[in-house]
Every structure is written in structure tokens, then in C-alpha cells.
């Protein structure tokens, strides 16, 4: 792909600086409104947009004075994508004794394969109900039970065990409680399913369980995307994806199941899977496949006193490219919000550290390609790092602000897992602010964005993320925070609305790309390591490296 540098062509400007601890509102949005504007296509991976993209981020952070962060002294770490999507359905619908019952793709059912071929073909595949579809010895939990998946079609519940547990239920204190672990997530159910050799694996949906609604899930309309691997590594699923509660509930009545039931049982340590007794599965798809070479884009400022040890900050610049045109026409799922103000954030903090003084460790800023596809710019990087992540000091992420006004607290995310919580904490007070805990833990947003990456190879990380609740703002309080929550979530995420408009106040986002900006400046003229706290499923990955950090 030609990541051509175009930021003369694209006609951009340098904004003035700033002083080193103000981060503008104006100047948050300026950036969002280019990078979320038509030319760039809506962000998609492996389009015209992405070129465009590269090019303006490149710019953008030689125009700060930053030096390139890739390998062998580039801007871009080049990440291999497969990229698929489903054409018209073929076949698709479920069969019960003599009945076979059509369904509509999107409606019912959505669907998506992983797998780099022309075509998935699933004719009257068994189906079987494996509750959550959690293996978790260390908690004493194993809905499987042994069975063998091979060649049939798991159908799951979202989140975990104990999500709807009450009073009685095994599932209580298991997990999180309402807030999800990595159990709960979609990603881990395929990911077991696939290990115990199923073809096909469903979620079903509900809105509570997942965090969002059924428009999201059928967002992507097909399309997928994964790493390149080596086709020893390569998922047994021909396709994976999502039931709509309705449809789920006539699929488990005709088997002559209750789901409501079912739901009830898998909150047990003794549930066992259940097959659907003459209901299969059958699915026909064309699929367009190709190998897009995408990047991550990568600056950086070296460090005056231990350049060998790393501040990184990230955020995503893709977004979901062109759609079906919305009620006003557009046509382009931008992000304005998601994730175009958190690239914004970074050049602002950029901008701040080269005000200096010239910080101690070196600080990395990260724009990762495709987390809208699932983690996969800051996954690559993360298996393949430019810098050692054992002398990576933190991770810190900005990925979706609220646009609602100044607040008087900042939101946690992932309480109890590390000590850049109670820097947070520290910084916040500073601001006047305190620390709120996030109100849907439920949502799993701790396991749900970029530092997710760098979480499981042991670095610490502290997430920014204006969905996890209702921020008391200045003006309204809670109720007016958690009124911007449900309008975004539930009409623009992922949307083409996620745009700029002139109902955005970002000083309470300016606040939160501050309070960042302070606790990256503190660790960067410092020679401390933050840590993971007790019971944190990450401090054992970090501690066995802990001598490398000595």
C-alpha cells in the first residue's frame, strides 16, 4: 500500500502551541472535524481512506517535531490484514424435524467468517446450547463438560455465568459479578469454540448482556477482519456470529427447549451442554477475501535520561468506512467520536511535551489500525514490538470522550486492576475532580479497546473511555451525563451520526486529555514502574519480568 505522505495536498495547517499543561477544546475539534470529514472515505482499513489517513498522521506528527516510532526508523509498522465479506446468503435458515424455517441475514442472524476462502458452505449442522461456554479451572467452572463440538454449530450466552446470577445460584462470586471478565467476552467464545473444533458458533443476543443493541452487531454488514496467520493457526469456524433474542427463543421452542430455562441452568457448576434434538444449521455464502497490507502509525519522542524505557499512548484511527445511507444522507461511519478525538488527543498531548522540558523516558505515541475489527493494529504490535514491552512503563489509552460539558469527575475503568488507577486519582484532584467507577461494568470495557493488547503481555495501562458511565457534569449533574451515554450509544455508536456538530462541548473532554497528559508527564520525568494490584489475572505476566525493569 503507497502511505503517501499527502499533508501538503490534504491543504492542513500547523495550529499554534500550546502552553504545556492547557489542552484546547478548538483544538480537539479541528482535528476530529478533518480526520471524520468525507475525504477520508470513513477510515476503513485497506481503502483510499486509509491512505489518506497515514499520509495526514504522518504529517500531523512531523509537524510536532516528533521522530518516527516504527521499525527500522519508519512512521508505519505494516499490518498484515485478511479481510472478508459474505455476498449475498445462498442458504440460510434452520431446520426442525420437517420444518425448515428461512432466515433473513441481519434480521435473525448475523454472520461473518475469518476463514481466507472463497466460499463457507454449512449444510444441516447440529446445534448445541453450551450455556456460557466457560472453561475456567482456577474458578472451578467448566460448562463443557467434554463434549465434542466437532462439526456442529455452539450456541452461547453473552457475558458470564454470573451476570444474572441471584441469591442460590453456584455462578455467585465466580466471576465479576455485573462487571464482565474476559469470560463474558464475544472474542473468547469463539476463540473456545474453535479450540473444541465447532464449524459454527452464535451468541445470543440481548441488549443488557452485550452493552449494546442488535444495529450494532450487524454494523459490519459481513465484513471481518483478522491477522494473516499460518493456516496451522487458522480458526475452525466457518462462521461465527449472533441470534436475535426472538429468533433464539423459536429456535430452542421448536427443539422443545426453553430458553428462559436454560438461562437458568447454565448459573450452575452441574449444567451440561444440551443439544438442540433435530434442529441443524445450514448457511451458503460467496466471500470476497484479500490480504490488505494496513499500518499502525508510530512517533515518537526519545527520552533524555533512559530512552530504553517507554510512556506509550495510543488511540485508533480507523473507523467503518462507507454504509448504507442514513436518514440524512451520509453514507461514511467516520467515528468522529470513535476514535478521531482520541488521534486529536494525542497531538495535543504531543504537542505538549515538545513545550518541553525533554522528558526523562522516551514517549511513544501509537494510532493503531483496525480496532474496530478487533483489537488487531494493537495486537500485531503487541506480538511484534518496536519497543521491548518489558521496559514499556504504561499504557495509555483515549479511545471515545464524552461531548457533553465540563464534569466534576473522571470515569474509571477496570477498577482494582492497577496503581495508575490512584494516579488517576492524584492527577484528578489536582483538576478539582474526583473518581467515579465505571456505572456498566457489564459492558466489559475493560477488555474492549486498544490497551486490552498490551494488558495481556503484562503492561500496565489506564483507559479514557466516555461510554463506561454517566459522568456528573457541571451542568445537569448525572442525569445529564447519563443522558449523553444513552443518545450515543444508543444512536450513534458505530453510526454515521458519530460525526462533529455544533452540539459537542469539549472542555470536559479537554479535562480528561489533561489529567492523561499529567500522568504520562509524571512517569516520564520519573523512574517509577507502576504495578498490578493483587488478584489482577496480568501482575503474574509482568512480575516475570520484573528484573529487566531493576
Not at 477475501?289 to 515518537?300: H, I
Request: one cysteine or more.
Amino acid at each position: 500500500m503507497n502511505h503517501a505522505r499527502i499533508l501538503a495536498a490534504l491543504g492542513l495547517t500547523i495550529a499554534l502551541p500550546l502552553h504545556a499543561q492547557t489542552i484546547s477544546p478548538d483544538a480537539l475539534e479541528r482535528s476530529a472535524r478533518t480526520l471524520a470529514s468525507d475525504l477520508f472515505e470513513g477510515r476503513a482499513p485497506g481503502t483510499p481512506g486509509e491512505d489518506r489517513t497515514i499520509g495526514y498522521l504522518v504529517g500531523r506528527f512531523q509537524a510536532l517535531g516528533l521522530e518516527p516510532g516504527g521499525p527500522d526508523g519508519q512512521w508505519v509498522q505494516t499490518v498484515p490484514l485478511l479481510h472478508t465479506k459474505l455476498g449475498p446468503a445462498e442458504t440460510l435458515g434452520v431446520a426442525q424435524g420437517a420444518t425448515t424455517t428461512p432466515w433473513t441475514f441481519g434480521q435473525q442472524v448475523y454472520l461473518s467468517t475469518l476463514q481466507p476462502r472463497d466460499h463457507v458452505a454449512l449444510d444441516r449442522a447440529p446445534m448445541v446450547f453450551v450455556g456460557y461456554g466457560v472453561s475456567a479451572p482456577e474458578r472451578g467452572w467448566d460448562d463443557f463438560k467434554g463434549v465434542d463440538l466437532t462439526g456442529k454449530i455452539a450456541i452461547f450466552l453473552v457475558n458470564d455465568p454470573d451476570f444474572e446470577a441471584v441469591k442460590g445460584d453456584d455462578a455467585i462470586g465466580k466471576f465479576g459479578g455485573r462487571t464482565m471478565t474476559y469470560y463474558g467476552r464475544w472474542t473468547y467464545k469463539f476463540e473456545e469454540a474453535a479450540r473444541r473444533g465447532a464449524i459454527g458458533a452464535l451468541i445470543v443476543h440481548d441488549t443488557a448482556g452485550a452493552g449494546y443493541g442488535w444495529n450494532v452487531v450487524t454494523s459490519p454488514a459481513g465484513e471481518n477482519y483478522d491477522l494473516v496467520r499460518p493456516t496451522d493457526k487458522l480458526t475452525s469456524l466457518q462462521v461465527q456470529g449472533w441470534i436475535e433474542s426472538t429468533a433464539a427463543e423459536a429456535l430452542f421452542s421448536g427443539a422443545g427447549l426453553d430458553l428462559s430455562t436454560l438461562r437458568q441452568q447454565a448459573r450452575s457448576r452441574n449444567f451440561r451442554p444440551v443439544a438442540l434434538k433435530g434442529a441443524s444449521f445450514s448457511a451458503a455464502f460467496p466471500v470476497k477475501q484479500e490480504v490488505v497490507q494496513s499500518a499502525n502509525v508510530l512517533a515518537r519522542i526519545p527520552g533524555a535520561k533512559r530512552p530504553g524505557e517507554t510512556v506509550m499512548y495510543g488511540a485508533h484511527w480507523d473507523a467503518y468506512g462507507a454504509g448504507k445511507p442514513d436518514a440524512q444522507g451520509r453514507i461514511y461511519r467516520a467515528g468522529a467520536n470513535d476514535d478521531a478525538l482520541g488521534i486529536a488527543s494525542l497531538f495535543e498531548i504531543a504537542r505538549a511535551f515538545k513545550a518541553g522540558p525533554t522528558p526523562d523516558r522516551s514517549i511513544l505515541f501509537a494510532a493503531w489500525t483496525a480496532e474496530e475489527r478487533g483489537l488487531l493494529g494493537s495486537e500485531y504490535y503487541a506480538t511484534n514490538p518496536v519497543w521491548p514491552l518489558e521496559k514499556t512503563v504504561a499504557n495509555l489509552t483515549i479511545d471515545i470522550m464524552q461531548t457533553a460539558g465540563k464534569a466534576k469527575d473522571v470515569i474509571l475503568v477496570g477498577k482494582g486492576q492497577d496503581t495508575l488507577e490512584d494516579d488517576m486519582a492524584r492527577v484528578a484532584a489536582t483538576q478539582g475532580r474526583a473518581v467515579t467507577q465505571e456505572s456498566l461494568p457489564e459492558r466489559g470495557l475493560f477488555y474492549r479497546a486498544d490497551h486490552f493488547s498490551m494488558a495481556k503481555r503484562g503492561v500496565p495501562v489506564l483507559l479514557i473511555m466516555g461510554i463506561a458511565g454517566a459522568s456528573d457534569l457541571v451542568e445537569g449533574g448525572r442525569a445529564a451525563g447519563q443522558a449523553w451515554v444513552d443518545a450515543y450509544t444508543g444512536q450513534c455508536y458505530h453510526q454515521a451520526c458519530d460525526a462533529v456538530n455544533d452540539g459537542w462541548k469539549l472542555d470536559g473532554a479537554a479535562q480528561d486529555v489533561d489529567l492523561m497528559l499529567g500522568i504520562g508527564r509524571d512517569l516520564a520525568t520519573s523512574d517509577r514502574w507502576p504495578e498490578w494490584k493483587a488478584g489482577s489475572e496480568f501482575k503474574a505476566i509482568r512480575d516475570r519480568s520484573a528484573a529487566e525493569r531493576r
